[in-house]
């Protein structure tokens, strides 16, 4: 194979890629292999199939391998690679001081919100006992003044049955 078509096996796997990420290519590169590649369908690549399983020339791989270093260099991070700039990881960590510092204060309103509603929870719950405690005494002093009229009296208001004198009209 000859360097051309080397040079046209690497453009055809450039130009499968994004063009998010061929931007990182530098254009003086891509000149270089559009000048010297020579296109021949026999050497055509399948950007579909894995590169392994393809028939790829050595001097593709290097030309690729310059393109790599050429996009790194140019600012493009490969998942695999991952060699980012110290600013870039003092500017994360900025940001998850400042992430830290935004759920602090929120964890703070709502330590003061769940302090508010046991304060509300208190006050509702003692004035319910109040009010229990009030509707007890009620019921006492009803049983006691209930105790103070006669037995007789007391059947006569506290059946469920109607007496038949009263009813009767008579």
């Known amino acids: 194979m ?12 450039i130009e499968g890629l994004s063009t998010e990420e061929r931007n ?6 891509v000149n270089e ?11 055509k690549i399948d950007v579909n199939k894995p590169l392994e399983t393809q028939n790829i020339d050595a001097q593709a791989w290097n030309m690729l391998e ?12 490969d998942a695999e690679t991952k060699t980012y700039s110290e600013s870039y990881y003092v500017g994360c960590i900025n940001d998850l001081k400042t992430e830290n510092a935004r759920l602090s204060k929120e964890i703070e309103r709502l330590n003061a919100d769940i302090k508010n509603i046991e304060e509300k ?13 009030g509707l007890k005494r009620e ?11 006669p037995y007789f ?11 038949k004198l009263l009813s009767s009209g008579n």
């Open 2 to 13: 000859t360097y051309g078509n080397a040079m046209f096996q690497a453009w055809q796997i």
């Open 24 to 29: 990182y290519i530098s254009p003086e590169l």
């Open 33 to 43: 292999i559009k000048c010297v590649m020579d296109p021949n369908d026999a050497f």
């Open 66 to 77: 310059r393109v790599v270093k050429d996009a790194e260099k140019n600012g493009f991070k």
């Open 121 to 133: 929870y208190e006050f509702t719950l003692t004035e319910a006992n109040r009010e229990y405690e």
């Open 139 to 149: 019921y006492e002093n009803t049983v006691q003044e209930m105790e103070k009229v």
């Open 153 to 163: 009296l007391r059947k006569i208001f506290t059946r469920e049955k109607k007496i």
